[in-house]
């Protein structure tokens, strides 16, 4: 069973042509998917529908073996990094991991074991007293997925998460989604428009152009089969 199953989905707003006609892509657990195509090929409008901030006009949106077409976001169990990580800046590393634990009302002694967890995993341990303010790039995007990882949602999903960073911190950045990613095994959807981000992250990579599916293969695939 895939993680996250997308069948025959269709977006239209208006009465327009459809942003995203009947796509259908199947994430495999653990997967890291890789949505690509040029700007306005329905590949926010995509991934906001598999989130559930975007109303779907028709095919079925499965996670698991549950349909979700008509779930509220938060009763989905997914996790979506912004571009600008939304990281509270008066709060530290700290207590921005444990956010969603604390909204959840969890026990203080779990909210620690499982932000200390995660802080380890995301080598973030010496900086839990910190501000967002006064960290790097990359670290930010770490705590940004350190609230992800508490939370224990079943997929991770990123909407251009490089694209205001200059060059030399994307490639970082590139480098360390994808060793965290396969550490973690966490199945992901990622949205860019960068072909080489697109060949070096993912495992699979759909190309969407105008709002249709093109090509759903491996980069090795797509390198031999342009
Ligand atoms: P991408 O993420 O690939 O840049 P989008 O999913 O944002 O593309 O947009 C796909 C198409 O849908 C574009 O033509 C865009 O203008 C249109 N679109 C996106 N959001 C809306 C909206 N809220 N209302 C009307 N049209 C929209
Ligand atoms: P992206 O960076 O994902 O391509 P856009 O700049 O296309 O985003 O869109 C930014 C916001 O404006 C999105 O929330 C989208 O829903 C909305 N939007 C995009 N295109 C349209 C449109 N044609 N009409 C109304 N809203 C739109």
């Given at each position: 069973?895939?993680?996250?199953?997308?069948k025959?989905?269709?977006?239209?707003?208006?009465?327009?042509?459809?942003?995203?006609?009947?796509?259908?892509?199947?994430?495999?657990?653990?997967?890291?998917?890789?949505?690509?195509?040029p700007?306005?090929?329905?590949?926010?409008?995509?991934?906001?529908?598999?989130?559930?901030?975007?109303?779907?006009?028709?095919?079925?949106?499965?996670?698991?073996?549950?349909?979700?077409n008509?779930l509220?976001?938060r009763d989905?169990?997914?996790?979506?990094?912004?571009?600008?990580?939304?990281?509270?800046?008066?709060?530290?590393?700290?207590?921005?991991?444990a956010?969603?634990?604390?909204?959840a009302?969890?026990?203080?002694?779990?909210?620690?074991?499982?932000?200390r967890?995660?802080?380890?995993?995301?080598?973030?341990?010496?900086?839990?007293?910190?501000?967002?303010?006064?960290?790097?790039g990359g670290?930010?995007?770490?705590?940004?997925?350190?609230?992800?990882?508490?939370?224990?949602?079943?997929?991770?999903?990123f909407?251009?998460?490089?694209?205001?960073?200059?060059?030399?911190?994307?490639?970082?950045?590139?480098?360390?989604?994808?060793?965290?990613?396969?550490?973690?095994?966490?199945?992901?959807?990622?949205?860019?428009?960068?072909?080489?981000e697109?060949?070096?992250?993912?495992?699979?990579?759909a190309?969407?152009?105008r709002?249709?599916?093109?090509?759903?293969?491996?980069?090795?695939?797509l390198?031999?089969?342009?």
């Amino acid at each position: 069973m895939a993680a996250i199953d997308m069948k025959n989905i269709v977006k239209k707003y208006g009465d327009g042509f459809p942003a995203v006609n009947d796509i259908s892509i199947d994430v495999a657990d653990g997967e890291f998917m890789i949505l690509v195509g040029p700007s306005g090929c329905g590949k926010s409008t995509l991934l906001r529908m598999i989130v559930g901030l975007e109303d779907i006009t028709s095919g079925d949106m499965m996670i698991g073996d549950k349909r979700v077409n008509d779930l509220a976001p938060r009763d989905r169990n997914l996790a979506m990094v912004f571009q600008n990580y939304a990281l509270y800046p008066h709060l530290t590393v700290y207590e921005n991991i444990a956010f969603p634990l604390r909204l959840a009302k969890a026990p203080d002694d779990e909210i620690d074991k499982k932000v200390r967890a995660a802080s380890k995993t995301l080598e973030l341990d010496e900086h839990l007293d910190r501000k967002p303010g006064n960290l790097s790039g990359g670290q930010r995007q770490r705590v940004a997925m350190g609230r992800a990882i508490v939370r224990e949602a079943d997929a991770f999903l990123f909407d251009e998460p490089l694209s205001n960073l200059d060059a030399k911190l994307r490639g970082q950045m590139r480098t360390e989604i994808s060793r965290l990613q396969k550490r973690l095994g966490i199945t992901t959807v990622y949205v860019t428009h960068d072909q080489t981000e697109a060949m070096t992250l993912g495992d699979r990579v759909a190309v969407l152009k105008r709002g249709i599916l093109q090509q759903l293969a491996t980069p090795r695939e797509l390198y031999e089969n342009p």
